[in-house]
Structures are given as C-alpha cells and as structure tokens.
C-alpha cells in the first residue's frame, strides 16, 4: 500500500522556521518526482514545488522560492520542506504528493501549520 | 502562471443526476489536466488525469473530457458519497495551478 506520512507541523511565531517530514513507504520512493502542496483554512489548493528523483531538479511557486526549499534522502525515503521567515499567511495544511505526470496521485494526511504569536 | 477557472463554485444534486464541472485554463494545455475530489477533513483523491484518463479504482460513472483550454468533469449518476469539493490542476507548464474549487452536494 502507498503511504505518505507527514510529520513535523504545529504552532511557530512569526518570522520563526519549521521543516515538515514526509515518510514514504508501499513504493519505490526513488522513481518517482514529489511534491508540496498547501490549503489555507476553508481554501483552496495551492501548489509548493517539487522535486525530481535525484535531487537535480526543483521547481517551486514563485512566491515562495525564497521561503521554502524541498528536499529529499532516498536512503530514508523521506521528503522535507523547510520553511523560513514564516508568517500568518503560512497558516495551512501541508501535504506531500507522489507527482506522475499531469497529476499526484497518492497524498498524505496533511501537516498542520498554524503560524501566531 | 496559467489561470483556472472553475464553474460553478458551488451546485447540488439529487441522487442519480448527471453533474458537470467545468474548467478553462487561460491558455492550452493540450489535454494537461487533472481533477481531484476532496472530503471534508481529507486530502485530495486524484480522479482524472491527461484530462479523460480514469485512475485506478475510481468509480466509472466519473468522465473527463475537453482540450484546448476548455474541460469539464461529469458524475454520470450523482451518489452520496461523491458530495466533495472538486479542483482541476494544470501540469502543463511550471508553476502547476489549481482551479479554485466546486462544492458538490445532494440535493
């Protein structure tokens, strides 16, 4: 079974960091691309970035190329998006996606991020 | 950064009714289209994908069709469990963009 589990969210101030987990397992984590994507409480979804199989490639939403970096370790077949200066505007469930083409076709449950003083 | 526009924003249903969702890109995305469904308190369910292609294990009453800039989603016999929000995503060029979202319910 395909399985995607993120990790790692919770409440930060303003201005502060916070690096979400993604654990993969039930597949070859190595083939394929993966990706972040973002909903804000009651909104829509809003795509991060992703991240080819060997690191080589990583292409983000350009408002936050400067705030996020996506990364991985196929050893542990682990995802990670890194996030920095965060602000309300980050509030949001964070879930990682399997990429295959046009589409992501296994999620996991989400990460809650809730940014507040 | 393509823009999706979906249609309506919200709609309900009776039971065993033909339900289509619309989207139009603002450019061609020559058939790069996904749509998703999404419960409340879940993630998103990939349901569609290259715009008419069904993914494994999705019901069959679920179509996609269209090409150019214009798509659409059809539930050929609306079900209670396909009350949901429904997005389309473009994969065609970087950055991928979503549509804003169709809240479906029973009627």
């Known amino acids: 079974e395909v399985k995607l589990v993120e990790s790692g969210g919770g409440l930060v101030q303003p201005g502060r960091s916070l690096k979400l987990s993604c654990a993969a397992s039930?597949?070859?984590?190595?083939?394929?691309?993966m990706g972040w994507v973002r909903q804000a409480p009651g909104k829509g979804l809003e795509w991060i970035g992703e991240?080819?199989?060997?690191?080589?490639?990583?292409n983000y939403t350009p408002s936050l190329k400067d705030k996020f970096t996506i990364s991985r370790d196929n050893a542990q077949n682990t995802l990670y998006l890194q996030m920095s200066k965060l602000g309300s505007e980050d509030t949001a469930i964070y879930y990682c996606?399997?990429?295959?083409?046009?589409?992501?076709?296994?999620w996991g449950q989400g990460a809650s991020v809730t940014v507040s003083s | 950064d393509i823009q999706m526009t979906q249609s309506p924003a919200s709609l309900s249903a009776s039971l065993g009714e033909t339900v289509t969702i619309q989207c139009q890109a603002s450019?061609?995305?020559?058939?790069?289209l996904a749509w998703y469904q999404q419960k409340p308190g879940k993630s998103p369910q990939l349901l569609i994908y290259?715009?008419?292609s069904l993914q494994d294990g999705v019901p069959s009453r679920f179509s996609g069709s269209g090409s150019g800039t214009q798509y659409s989603l059809k539930i050929s016999s609306m079900q209670t469990e396909d009350e949901g929000v429904y997005f389309c995503?473009?994969?065609?060029?970087?950055?991928?963009?979503f549509g804003s979202g169709t809240k479906l319910e029973i009627k």
């Open positions: 996606a399997r990429a295959v083409g046009v589409g992501m076709d296994a």
């Open positions: 039930g597949f070859s984590f190595n083939d394929y691309w």
């Open positions: 991240i080819n199989q060997d690191s080589s490639t990583i």
């Open positions: 450019e061609d995305i020559y058939s790069g």
């Open positions: 290259g715009a008419s």
């Open positions: 995503q473009q994969g065609l060029k970087y950055p991928l963009t």
